[in-house]
């Protein structure tokens, strides 16, 4: 091998890996906030490294400026490969990445499952055994005869039955919202009719634990709704508010209508509720010292199946503090364009 040739090669070699070291060196850099482009520069930092050598090496051999030109023009056409390679191994790597988030999620959302579904059978076990065990004291009481009133017995085992016979209606429903093949029975409803009915039913609880109750519901919102699961909902709205607000206290329900959405608000008396128990309110079975509680009567259902039935009706529910007690809302979209409001035959659809 002749001296230029030495030469070329040597100069090839030092080009090589200077360029080399500093395009792994900005690999590395890239590298740090974002795998994928560093993924897509890497080729170009080796083709651009090799590129150099063969060019610098082809210089130093004192090649014809046509020559010259020949070989750096092949060496740029090489540089796209390279790029559009980068790009392949860079898409590849996000969407690995992706993949990877969107399990982990998916394994965390199911151990929280599993961790509600649990505390759920822990709790809903012990709201059933307190009633029965009452149902038990009192029927043994009545057979051994010891009952100095037996209709006030009798009186009582009734309110125990029909304590675990709410607690069951409200599992049977939670199930079914969360059912996959749920199927709403849709028709044609005047939101405010169902509040007035929620008020009127509630009125005897309320004045029963001296609680004034008001309502706003002069606005003429409908929808195309559930009747059966809205009342519910509204109903477990109401009934949530009248036993978290004090003697004294006072519950307004109001009716509006926000933008394509019709919104029923509950404004209750309970002093509020911790910031960071917010966002758990709505939980199945959830037991908290303002949302829920025990011994109350409930089984921490009620606000979960309002969830349930908004979700189910493509709406939300929400809560937040206000000065002296709590606001929530279930919001339910009325849908105007829709092709099962056209099929209702609703005007302006």
């Not at 009734?158 to 599992?171: A, C, E, K, P, Y």
């Not at 929620?198 to 109750?213: E, F, H, I, M, T």
């Not at 929808?223 to 949530?240: G, P």
Request: net charge negative.
């Amino acid at each position: 091998m002749s001296g230029t040739e030495l030469q070329a090669v040597a100069l090839s070699a030092v080009v090589a890996t200077v360029i080399g070291t500093v395009g792994a060196l900005l690999v590395v850099a890239i590298a740090r906030r974002s795998v994928a482009a560093a993924a897509a520069v890497a080729p170009v930092v080796i083709v651009g490294s090799v590129a150099g050598g063969v060019y610098a090496s082809a210089r130093a051999m004192f090649l014809a400026e046509r020559d010259s030109a020949t070989v750096l023009l092949v060496l740029l056409v090489s540089l796209p490969i390279a790029v559009a390679i980068g790009w392949v191994i860079a898409v590849r790597i996000q969407r690995l990445h992706r993949d990877a988030a969107m399990a982990l999620a998916a394994q965390e959302r199911d151990r929280e499952l599993e961790s509600g579904r649990r505390e759920l059978v822990a709790w809903v076990s012990h709201d059933l055994r307190t009633p029965l065990a009452g149902m038990r004291a009192l029927t043994e009481a009545l057979q051994d005869g010891v009952a100095r009133d037996p209709r006030d017995y009798l009186d009582q085992l009734q309110g125990q039955v029909l304590r675990m016979s709410s607690l069951v209606d409200d599992l049977l429903a939670l199930s079914r919202l969360q059912s996959p093949s749920l199927t709403l029975q849709r028709e044609p409803v005047v939101v405010a009719d169902l509040v007035s009915d929620a008020l009127a039913s509630c009125q005897p609880l309320a004045d029963a634990g001296g609680v004034r109750l008001t309502g706003s519901v002069d606005h003429d919102v409908s929808a195309a709704l559930d009747a059966r699961e809205v009342s519910r909902a509204v109903d477990n709205l109401v009934v949530n508010a009248i036993r978290h607000t004090p003697p004294g206290g006072a519950v307004r329900v109001a009716l509006d209508q926000d933008g394509q959405d019709a919104v029923v608000s509950i404004d209750d008396g309970c002093g509020g509720i911790p910031a960071e128990a917010l966002d758990r309110v709505f939980e199945a079975g959830w037991r908290g010292t303002r949302a829920r509680t025990p011994g109350d009567g409930s089984a921490g259902l009620g606000l979960s199946i309002v969830r349930g039935v908004a979700e189910a009706h493509g709406g939300s529910a929400q809560v937040r503090n206000l000065e002296h007690g709590c606001r929530f809302e279930l919001r339910l979209p009325l849908s105007p364009g829709d092709p099962a409001r056209r099929a209702l035959g609703w005007p302006g659809a």
